[in-house]
């Protein structure tokens, strides 16, 4: 069940007629937000619901004889750990550690298949695992640092990882801002109802107009269906994927927040216009916010961040970037992908040559940087990535005729992109500021997302976060 699907909104309308009616106690309101999620994460395939709550009930239990069993606190950390990230490994990474055995042995010259080897169930990666599973061993990690008192009520743990709106693709919520909430029979006022909306439509636009209308045309060049080539055409592609990629996440993530907004709980922003970042530092503080900062939490700190020196910051910053890198795919590509990234932080870090640096002109150098890591998170393989590489420094002619076959997504880029100048010139320039608010444009601008919404739709296409 998709946000962009008929069924959704099916299943939105009832649960939302029926939602003043379950929400004034907490049993209840628990027990319904349960049974509607898993509604939800069922409608894909009812299966997968025991691994979500075989894992969850792992977690729940081990956070209990965390605080229960102080002595052996440790050992009931391990087991939430080996629990999540051996679900995560059997699931979605057995194939790639199969691929990298095979290569290995390969490379010394002694043939082996450990892919037939690997049980067919363990094929299928369950939609969202990454997203859930990082949220709850979140929780435990919590718990166990005795920053979070455990909740000794089981329908209010599975509320708080279960609910729909953040289920399959974020933002990763953490139990800290979340279970507070779920205890108080919040009043939604119609300000704050307007403000879901907004977040929603929005959403709904960044998906279905931008996204989607974007998709036929990155799709027939990375699948060789297209007659064009050269270098300026492969940099229109690369543009072209980061904004779908883009408003893809973003626009899932703003229905995410308008959903919960209306139900009367916050989840923190997770994307804040990456591309008008003046380093790929900020682009990180900006980008897949609640992922950046839960490896920054759980991974880079606790390995030392930067307080050990320079050197050693750095070596954390590859680690953490690579098993970034690991989370979104089991692919060499998602390693080069995060690698790239690693290479311009570490570079940054080093000269400080960006931060120098106020003019606007820095930010296309900065989305260049991330369009180039892109390139290997699209590609097929290591072996396309490299040839698009080329290509884009070739400096080949091309025969791209932007009024040709792709003339609709060169629309949709180019308004993508206006949308983006339009929001810096908004933050950058005070007097534009005042007199977007003086006038309340927001009707107005809702107002037209909802027809392009409706009449110039792409292609209904599952969101792209939901392979990871």
């Given at each position: 069940?998709?946000?962009?699907?008929?069924?959704?909104?099916?299943?939105?309308?009832?649960?939302?007629?029926?939602?003043?009616?379950?929400?004034?106690?907490?049993?209840?309101?628990?027990?319904?937000?349960?049974?509607?999620?898993?509604?939800?994460?069922?409608?894909?395939?009812?299966?997968?619901?025991?691994?979500?709550?075989?894992?969850?009930?792992?977690?729940?239990?081990?956070?209990?004889?965390?605080?229960?069993?102080?002595?052996?606190?440790?050992?009931?950390?391990?087991?939430?750990?080996?629990?999540?990230?051996?679900?995560?490994?059997?699931?979605?990474?057995?194939?790639?550690?199969?691929?990298?055995?095979?290569?290995?042995?390969?490379?010394?010259?002694?043939?082996?298949?450990?892919?037939?080897?690997?049980?067919?169930?363990?094929?299928?990666?369950?939609?969202?695992?990454?997203?859930?599973?990082?949220?709850?061993?979140?929780?435990?990690?919590?718990?166990?640092?005795?920053?979070?008192?455990?909740?000794?009520?089981?329908?209010?743990?599975?509320?708080?990882?279960?609910?729909?709106?953040?289920?399959?693709?974020?933002?990763?919520?953490?139990?800290?801002?979340?279970?507070?909430?779920?205890?108080?029979?919040?009043?939604?006022?119609?300000?704050?109802?307007?403000?879901?909306?907004?977040?929603?439509?929005?959403?709904?636009?960044?998906?279905?107009?931008?996204?989607?209308?974007?998709?036929?045309?990155?799709?027939?060049?990375?699948?060789?269906?297209?007659?064009?080539?050269?270098?300026?055409?492969?940099?229109?592609?690369?543009?072209?994927?980061?904004?779908?990629?883009?408003?893809?996440?973003?626009?899932?993530?703003?229905?995410?927040?308008?959903?919960?907004?209306?139900?009367?709980?916050?989840?923190?922003?997770?994307?804040?216009?990456?591309?008008?970042s003046k380093s790929l530092k900020e682009f990180w503080s900006r980008w897949h916010i609640s992922l950046s900062t839960w490896f920054r939490d759980y991974v880079y700190i606790p390995l030392g961040g930067s307080r050990n020196g320079l050197a050693k910051?750095?070596?954390?910053?590859?680690?953490?970037?690579?098993?970034?890198?690991?989370?979104?795919?089991?692919?060499?590509?998602?390693?080069?992908?995060?690698?790239?990234?690693?290479?311009?932080?570490?570079?940054?870090?080093?000269?400080?040559?960006?931060?120098?640096?106020?003019?606007?002109?820095?930010?296309?150098?900065?989305?260049?940087?991330?369009?180039?890591?892109?390139?290997?998170?699209?590609?097929?393989?290591?072996?396309?990535?490299?040839?698009?590489?080329?290509?884009?420094?070739?400096?080949?002619?091309?025969?791209?005729?932007?009024?040709?076959?792709?003339?609709?997504?060169?629309?949709?880029?180019?308004?993508?992109?206006?949308?983006?100048?339009?929001?810096?010139?908004?933050?950058?320039?005070?007097?534009?500021?005042?007199?977007?608010?003086?006038?309340?444009?927001?009707?107005?601008?809702?107002s037209i997302a909802l027809v392009m919404i409706i009449f110039f739709r792409g292609e209904g296409k599952q969101f792209i976060y939901f392979q990871f």
């Amino acid at each position: 069940m998709i946000f962009n699907s008929l069924i959704f909104l099916v299943f939105a309308a009832v649960f939302f007629v029926l939602w003043p009616f379950f929400k004034k106690r907490n049993t209840s309101r628990w027990s319904f937000i349960v049974l509607m999620s898993f509604i939800f994460y069922g409608w894909w395939d009812w299966r997968f619901l025991f691994l979500i709550i075989g894992s969850g009930l792992i977690d729940y239990f081990s956070a209990l004889y965390i605080q229960k069993q102080p002595a052996k606190r440790r050992l009931f950390l391990i087991i939430s750990l080996i629990s999540n990230l051996g679900s995560l490994s059997i699931f979605k990474y057995s194939l790639f550690f199969a691929n990298v055995l095979d290569d290995f042995f390969h490379l010394i010259g002694i043939p082996t298949n450990f892919q037939n080897s690997i049980p067919e169930f363990a094929l299928i990666l369950p939609v969202g695992i990454s997203f859930y599973t990082f949220q709850s061993l979140s929780y435990t990690i919590d718990v166990y640092r005795g920053r979070l008192q455990p909740t000794k009520n089981i329908m209010h743990f599975f509320a708080y990882l279960s609910m729909f709106p953040q289920l399959v693709a974020g933002p990763i919520v953490r139990a800290k801002d979340l279970l507070k909430q779920l205890t108080q029979n919040r009043l939604v006022s119609s300000i704050q109802k307007w403000h879901a909306i907004k977040l929603m439509v929005y959403g709904l636009f960044q998906k279905v107009v931008i996204a989607d209308n974007l998709s036929f045309f990155i799709d027939s060049a990375f699948e060789g269906k297209s007659t064009f080539d050269g270098s300026m055409y492969w940099w229109v592609v690369m543009l072209a994927f980061s904004f779908q990629i883009y408003c893809d996440f973003s626009g899932y993530s703003l229905i995410a927040r308008g959903l919960a907004k209306y139900m009367g709980y916050h989840f923190k922003l997770n994307f804040n216009h990456p591309y008008l970042s003046k380093s790929l530092k900020e682009f990180w503080s900006r980008w897949h916010i609640s992922l950046s900062t839960w490896f920054r939490d759980y991974v880079y700190i606790p390995l030392g961040g930067s307080r050990n020196g320079l050197a050693k910051g750095i070596l954390v910053l590859w680690i953490t970037m690579l098993l970034s890198g690991l989370w979104h795919g089991a692919n060499y590509t998602f390693l080069v992908w995060a690698g790239i990234h690693s290479f311009f932080l570490m570079t940054e870090r080093l000269t400080k040559w960006n931060y120098k640096l106020t003019t606007p002109l820095i930010i296309p150098i900065i989305l260049i940087q991330a369009l180039l890591a892109w390139v290997y998170f699209r590609a097929a393989d290591i072996f396309q990535g490299n040839e698009i590489i080329l290509k884009l420094f070739s400096f080949s002619p091309s025969n791209f005729n932007f009024a040709d076959v792709y003339f609709d997504s060169m629309v949709f880029l180019s308004l993508g992109i206006l949308i983006e100048i339009a929001v810096w010139f908004r933050k950058n320039r005070t007097n534009m500021a005042v007199w977007y608010k003086k006038n309340q444009l927001d009707v107005i601008m809702v107002s037209i997302a909802l027809v392009m919404i409706i009449f110039f739709r792409g292609e209904g296409k599952q969101f792209i976060y939901f392979q990871f």
